[in-house]
């Protein structure tokens, strides 16, 4: 599996706001785990189970952002998965920590938020 090429179109679908491509990079099933799901739907635990869902917290995420920019910083590779670490547009450091199935789809995140500089 080409994880680094996998965490490339991640970023890139991230940086041309493409919700569609985006949104390959996760299975139906995907549990994501988000500070951000707190503080937007206040979901307590901070999860999201399925692609829809997910979907829906992008698209309020990109609405929000409007100056959205991803920079890939390191992409580490595990068993499992991978872990994308990248900077926003607000210099915040972010690490997403993703376990893949067999096709390189995301079955679960947990991202965890730096502080912006």
């Avoid at 997403?96 to 679960?108: P, Q, W």
């Amino acid at each position: 599996m080409d994880t680094q090429a996998i965490a490339l179109d991640w970023i890139d679908a991230w940086n041309k706001r493409d919700i569609d491509r985006i949104m390959t990079h996760y299975t139906d099933d995907i549990v994501f785990y988000s500070l951000t799901v707190i503080k937007r739907w206040n979901i307590a635990d901070g999860k999201i189970i399925g692609k829809e869902n997910l979907r829906a917290h992008f698209l309020k995420g990109l609405e929000l952002a409007p100056n959205l920019y991803f920079e890939l910083i390191d992409v580490l590779s595990g068993t499992d998965g991978i872990t994308i670490i990248y900077k926003r547009e607000t210099g915040a450091l972010v690490a997403d920590v993703a376990v893949l199935d067999e096709n390189g789809k995301a079955t679960l995140v947990k991202a965890y938020y730096g502080q912006a500089r």
